[in-house]
């Protein structure tokens, strides 16, 4: 049997490295999981902070126009009136129903600016930052003039 050379041991180790780093590599990329009770009582927090109230579910039936076996929970925080649209949606969507909470999200979103355009220039511009985001089984909805910046500090804290 043939001696290995040095050379033949540094390249070994190195394709041993490569190959754990390349089936690390997933799990480091992997998405953080969220709950669905602490993701809402952070934006809970959000929403009283900037005196929302809890729509009912009324609101969330006309508003998203989703059947009620898409969600097992939702929490939709928004202000008393119709001219501020600044609204914060969590949604826990019952498995493969996923999509179809995220297209009434979307469907919310194209609603409120039809609903605004050619005289709600304020409204607009605060409709033009919403922002959705997916975390599994979790759809949150926001839409805020800052919605990039509180998913992101939702991020960081959670």
């Given amino acids: 049997m043939k001696q290995l050379s040095r050379k033949d041991c540094y390249m070994i180790i190195m394709l041993i490295i490569c190959s754990v780093l390349l089936f690390a590599y997933p799990f480091f990329k992997a998405q953080h999981v969220y709950e669905f009770d602490t993701l809402s009582s952070h934006f ?55 999509n179809t909470v995220v297209n009434a999200c979307e469907q919310r979103i194209d609603t409120l600016k039809q609903s605004f355009a050619g005289y709600g220039i304020t409204q607009l511009e605060v409709l033009e930052h919403a922002q959705i985001r997916r ?6 909805c926001i839409i805020a003039s800052d919605a990039d910046a509180l998913l992101r500090e939702s991020e960081a804290e959670l």
């Fill in 135 to 140: 975390y599994g089984n979790l759809i949150v």
């Fill in 44 to 98: 809970q927090i959000t929403a009283k902070m900037r005196q929302m109230e809890e729509k009912s579910t009324q609101f969330i039936r006309r508003s998203y126009r989703l059947q009620e076996e898409a969600y097992h929970n939702v929490h939709v925080y928004g202000h008393k009136g119709a001219m501020n649209v600044e609204e914060i949606a969590v949604f826990e969507a019952v498995r493969d129903y996923e």
